[in-house]
């Protein structure tokens, strides 16, 4: 079936570090990948998407670039800064589920930045 | 911008008894989602819904049932709550899109259960 691994957590930096969040999927067909972020305290909030192969999702200044090769959908950041202290979640969604768009999580990666 | 509500951030209850989470959402989504979120585990469905009296079991739906009668409004129910309900309890809502659709969450329900 279809799931997500993602390195587990805590992951603690130095303010201005970069950072690397490993995530790997399994699934059947072609799915969506996502990066959804959970500030304390909040719920989840997606922080970027790619929907096919090769697709780079960015958003305030993370990445993740969509490796069907190596089935892999890594978040990296080149500076972090404390407010991104928060736990972030890779996510899939098969394509090929046809009715409520049912959304595999990882377990999340706690990452705390250090001033 | 869409806003998903959830009707208590903290809730304690006793042993056996029945238990509402109560969630609005105001896009006018058809989709709606349950969730309990638990240290190591991630996030795990418990119930969806794809339109009004609709709903389908998700990943444990075990010991919870769901209500949705109206369309912003979907019920997560505990008939009898058990300590290993305590939890993280989120909801969210999506409108349905061909790939990459967003769910939109609320900002959860911390229940414990003594």
């Known amino acids: 079936g279809n799931s997500v691994t993602q390195m587990e957590g805590p992951v603690t930096l130095s303010e201005e570090a970069f950072l690397t969040i490993n995530c790997t999927y399994t699934?059947?067909?072609?799915?969506?990948l996502f990066w959804y972020v959970q500030y304390p305290g909040e719920g989840l909030q997606l922080l970027l998407k790619?929907?096919?192969?090769?697709d780079k999702g960015s958003n305030k200044g993370f990445e993740a670039t969509y490796r069907k090769e190596t089935t892999s959908f890594h978040l990296e950041k080149g500076s972090v800064q404390v407010s991104d202290s928060a736990v972030y979640f890779c996510?899939?969604?098969?394509?090929?589920?046809?009715?409520?768009?049912?959304?595999?999580f990882g377990s999340g990666t706690r990452l705390s930045i250090r001033p | 911008d869409v806003k998903v509500t959830q009707s208590s951030r903290y809730l304690v209850k006793r042993t056996g008894e029945k238990v509402f989470l109560e969630c609005v959402q105001d896009?006018?989504?058809?989709?709606m989602f349950w969730y309990r979120q638990d240290p190591g585990l991630g996030l795990r469905l418990i119930y969806f819904s794809y339109d009004v009296k609709m709903k389908e079991k998700g990943d444990i739906p075990e010991g919870y049932s769901v209500s949705r009668e109206k369309k912003e409004r979907f019920s997560l129910i505990l008939e009898s709550a058990s300590t290993n309900q305590t939890s993280m309890y989120l909801c969210?809502?999506?409108?349905?899109?061909?790939?990459?659709?967003?769910?939109?969450f609320g900002p959860g329900t911390r229940l414990t259960v003594l």
């Open positions: 969210a809502s999506s409108f349905p899109r061909v790939g990459g659709d967003e769910q939109f």
């Open positions: 996510a899939l969604r098969n394509a090929g589920y046809s009715s409520a768009s049912k959304i595999i």
């Open positions: 790619a929907t096919k192969a090769d």
């Open positions: 699934a059947t067909g072609y799915p969506s």
């Open positions: 896009m006018d989504h058809e989709n």
